[in-house]
């Protein structure tokens, strides 16, 4: 801008101006400016102005990670909807570590976006970073991994129901000592999913059994680990719900190594409907997170509190839990056995 400012000899708030087609230029040094921009190919700093003014259409969104099904597929719902309503995404990974979080938190902050999204990560128990964030009316929303408390705005899967109609479907399908794989207990989509286990369990009159649990990391090697030691038990086990694919996919792989035809004599479920699910030998029964909608939907909610600032309202912190599908493939469907059909599901509810 300088540059062009020194060549027409007029000064730098001439040629914003004629830039922006303020009505203080006429339109003879309009045409001026704007041709020798063209000619230097001059691109505005529309992130800069936005700033200046202080009406950023920035959104930073905060993963975990972005391997896999969940995440990625969530962030593309995510950048659909801020898209459509004219915003842009700045997207940081904490890798499941709490520093690495903070910092991101400051980043996001530096950069003055207009409102965060975030998923905590697994190793996250000192949550004053993102009460720093709402100490500076910043919009605020998580998905899938949440702060405790009820005063924020979330959007969440109904986990528990995910676990309850996975397990539910495992024991319609015969089973009597259903294992099941949990994820690390500090995070509440994982005790939900097992809540989830014990409900369905418990609905059919059969016990929670200590030497049928196991919690670990969601990896192939954990759920091989944990389905080694429920074959050497006396009285293994005769189906496992994992709560995460990749462990059901090391369980299912290792009851083949060791001679077990699944789902004759093992039947096996996970959690998320990885995009290896369908096409594994056998296909694995999941539940589908219904990724998409969530990242649409936090991005709904995060631009309906910063409407809501610009308009100086009050906002009321809500929470959208979504419900979740379970999909039956071969990995559970024993021969002459039919899972009930699951009750219709609602798209969202509000709590």
């Not at 096409?279 to 709904?300: H, L």
Request: overall charge neutral.
């Amino acid at each position: 801008m300088a540059d062009l400012a020194r060549e027409l000899g007029v000064s730098m708030t001439t040629v914003s101006r004629a830039l922006s087609d303020h009505f203080s230029i006429g339109p003879e040094m309009k045409l001026k400016v704007q041709k020798l921009a063209k000619k230097y190919n001059y691109q505005p700093n529309r992130m800069a102005s936005a700033l200046r003014k202080g009406q950023s259409k920035l959104l930073g969104i905060i993963v975990p990670y972005l391997e896999g099904r969940f995440f990625p597929k969530v962030v593309r719902g995510m950048e659909t909807a801020a898209s459509r309503a004219g915003y842009n995404v700045v997207i940081c990974q904490s890798n499941e570590d709490l520093g690495h979080e903070r910092r991101n938190i400051e980043s996001l902050l530096s950069a003055q976006v207009a409102g965060i999204l975030v998923s905590v990560s697994r190793t996250t128990d000192d949550f004053r970073h993102f009460e720093k964030v709402r100490g500076r009316g910043l919009p605020l929303v998580f998905f899938d991994r949440t702060m405790p408390g009820n005063a924020l705005n979330a959007v969440v899967l109904d986990d528990r129901e995910g676990g309850y109609l996975a397990t539910r479907h495992l024991l319609s399908q015969g089973g009597r000592r259903v294992a099941h794989f949990g994820g690390l207990q500090q995070l509440t989509i994982y005790r939900n999913r097992y809540q989830g286990y014990r409900d369905a369990l418990a609905e059919a009159g059969l016990p929670v059994e200590e030497e049928l649990t196991h919690f670990g990391d969601n990896t192939e090697q954990d759920g091989a680990e944990a389905m080694r030691r429920w074959l050497a038990l006396p009285n293994p086990p005769d189906a496992v719900f994992a709560a995460g694919d990749y462990a059901a996919l090391g369980a299912m792989q290792e009851a083949e190594r060791q001679g077990l035809v699944v789902p004759a004599d093992m039947a096996v479920g996970g959690f998320s409907n990885e995009t290896f699910t369908p096409i594994a030998k056998p296909s694995i029964t999941t539940v589908d997170q219904r990724c998409d909608e969530m990242g649409q939907a936090a991005v709904r909610l995060l631009l309906e509190h910063i409407d809501a600032q610009a308009q100086g309202l009050e906002f009321a912190s809500r929470q959208l839990v979504l419900r979740p599908e379970l999909i039956v493939r071969e990995s559970s469907q024993r021969l002459g056995r039919l899972s009930p059909t699951p009750e219709p599901l609602a798209d969202a509810a509000v709590q």
